[in-house]
């Protein structure tokens, strides 16, 4: 079992530029999760989903977008990249409501 | 928002000696959740406490929630220097539409020193 994971670990972005972060699952959960995690700040939620075809907004949801088109894949876009999301992103899942998260090892992003 | 906010911000121990890590927290909760993330890492899931629970352990892991007072803590005994790492509690509250969202503290990093 993999668990959660995640790809690509590392990118440097130029301002402007778009990419996409994949988030892969093989527990098949239901629910996945997106957050960042800066210096001091600990870790904030961007957006969610509770099952396919669903997401929703979190926390800090400006300037990404998610898609759940399969139940085991999760991924967040950034359509213009600025430096403030300059972060490291971590995708987790979990099973039910009262069930831990599983993280993934994370995306280290920097945007100059 | 942060829901959680943990103290002390930083703990530095001996090995062996036990630790001590507060959560203090503003609203209702489903349940509370600690993870462990070690330098560069991953988040890892330690023990997660209902709301309905007061102590919970989990091998050298004891973890109480006080919902009266809003806070939490978790002990880990006997430390080794493998336990070296940040400590986030994470609070889990219902966040409408039948959906529930995990809110995390700023952490406790524990230094265990050989």
């Known amino acids: 079992n993999a668990g959660v994971t995640q790809t690509p670990k590392f990118r440097v972005l130029k301002t402007g530029q778009s990419m996409t972060l994949l988030c892969a699952q093989d527990m098949n959960h239901e629910y996945m999760y997106w957050y960042r995690q800066d210096p001091g700040m600990g870790l904030r939620l961007i957006h969610y989903?509770?099952?396919?075809?669903?997401?929703a907004k979190g926390e800090v949801p400006d300037g990404y977008n998610v898609s759940r088109l399969k139940k085991q894949n999760f991924l967040l876009g950034l359509e213009s990249a600025a430096p403030s999301q300059t972060s490291v992103y971590f995708c987790?899942?979990?099973?039910?409501?009262?069930?831990?998260?599983?993280f993934g090892s994370g995306t280290r992003l920097t945007v100059v | 928002s942060q829901q959680g906010e943990e103290d002390p911000q930083a703990l530095s121990i001996q090995e062996g000696e036990n630790a001590t890590m507060n959560c203090s927290y503003k609203t209702s909760i489903n349940n509370l959740q600690w993870y462990r993330q070690n330098s560069g890492r991953g988040l890892v899931h330690l023990i997660l406490?209902?709301?309905?629970?007061r102590e919970k352990h989990s091998g050298r892991l004891r973890v109480t929630l006080d919902t009266s007072k809003k806070s939490s803590s978790l002990l880990i005994t006997a430390s080794r220097a493998a336990d070296t790492a940040s400590y986030f509690c994470?609070?889990?509250?219902?966040?409408?539409?039948?959906?529930?969202?995990?809110?995390f503290g700023k952490g406790t990093k524990l230094s265990v020193i050989p």
């Open positions: 987790a899942s979990r099973a039910g409501t009262n069930d831990g998260y599983t």
């Open positions: 989903s509770v099952g396919e075809g669903t997401t």
């Open positions: 994470a609070t889990q509250a219902y966040s409408g539409a039948g959906s529930y969202q995990l809110t």
């Open positions: 406490i209902r709301s309905n629970e």
